[in-house]
C-alpha cells in the first residue's frame, strides 16, 4: 500500500519528523500544519490510496471505509518507532517501544 516506502523525500522527512502520521481511517494526516508543498504531495498520496482502496474493495465486497480501515491496521502494526498515528478519538501519538496503542477497530 503506498506507504512511507513510496513516498517522496519531502513526506519521507516530515514522517520521520511526526510533522504528518498514519490515521485509523487508512489515510496520513496532519499533526502540524503543513506547507503548501507538503499538503500537495499528502493529498496526492492519499488520493492514489483511495483509488488502490476501492479497487481492492469491490474485489473484496466490502466498503472502502472498511477496506481502508484494515489496511490502516495492518500500517499501524509495523509503524516504526517514533513515527506520528491518530487514534480514533482524534489524538495524535508518536509511536514508542513495544506493542503499538491501535484503534478499536483493529481488535
Not at 38 to 43: D, W
Request: neutral net charge; glycine residues 8%.
Amino acid at each position: 500500500m503506498l506507504g512511507a516506502a513510496a513516498a517522496p523525500p519531502l513526506v519521507d522527512s516530515a514522517l520521520a519528523d511526526a510533522r504528518i502520521g498514519e490515521q485509523a481511517d487508512g489515510y496520513l494526516g496532519f499533526v502540524e500544519p503543513p506547507s503548501p508543498e507538503l499538503r500537495k504531495v499528502v493529498a496526492d498520496i492519499n488520493i492514489r490510496r483511495r483509488e488502490a482502496f476501492t479497487e481492492r474493495a469491490i474485489v473484496e465486497h466490502v466498503t472502502v471505509a472498511e477496506f481502508a480501515a484494515a489496511t490502516a491496521c495492518q500500517i499501524l502494526r509495523k509503524l516504526p518507532v517514533g513515527r506520528a498515528f491518530r487514534l480514533d478519538d482524534g489524538s495524535w501519538r508518536i509511536r514508542g517501544p513495544g506493542s503499538p496503542i491501535l484503534p478499536l477497530a483493529c481488535g
